[in-house]
C-alpha cells in the first residue's frame, strides 16, 4: 500500500509540474483606417453626338447617352466637373464647351434631398459645362460610404439651350461665328472627387 500511494503521488507531482511548466507571450494588434476617396466610371466613358438634321442643329440632342459613376469614401464629399472647349484637330476651330450639357440621377442608397444634393437633376435644369470646375453633387447629410451607397448616372444632353448651357442654338452659333466650321470637334470632362 505505501508503494501504491508513493506511486501516486510522483504521478500526482509530475502531472503538477506539467500544469504550471507554461508560460504566456501576448500579441499587439493596431489598427489603421486611413483615409478611401475613390472616383469610378463604370461605364459610358466614350460618348458621341452626332448632329445630322436640321432639327438636331434648331434643337440640340436631349439624350447623347449617358456615363454611370460610383465614389467610395470614408469621409464626406462633393464632385466637380469642367472641361476646355471643343477643339477640331488642330485647327483653331471651337465649339464652346457650354453647349455640352449634364444632368445626374442618384441610383445608389444615397439619394437627392438625403444624402446628397444637385442642382441639376432633370433635362430642364442642365448644366452647361464651363472651363472652371463646378459643384455637380455636393453633400447634404452623411454621403460617406461604398459604392452601392454613392452610384449616380450622368445624362448628357448637347446644344438643347437647357438652363445655364448655352442660350443660342447651335445653327445660330454657325451663322454668326461662334462655330466656325462643321466637322469633328473633341474634348475631355474632369470628374473631380474632393473630401470634405
Known sequence: MKCLTKILILTLTLLSAKVFAQDTEVVN??????????????????QTATFNTPALYNLGIDAVGS???TMESTSNWKLEISAPNFVEGATAAIIPINNLGVWCEATGVHTFGNEVTSAYTTLASSMGITIAPQLLIDALGDNDGSAADNAFTLNWTMGTMQNTMNPLSVFAQLANGTIANIGTFTTTASLTLTAQ
Do not use: Q, R, Y
Request: hydrophobic fraction near 50%.
Open 67 to 69: 456615363t454611370t459613376i
Open 29 to 46: 494588434f493596431t489598427v489603421v483606417f486611413e483615409s478611401v476617396l475613390n472616383l469610378n466610371v463604370t461605364g459610358g466613358a466614350d
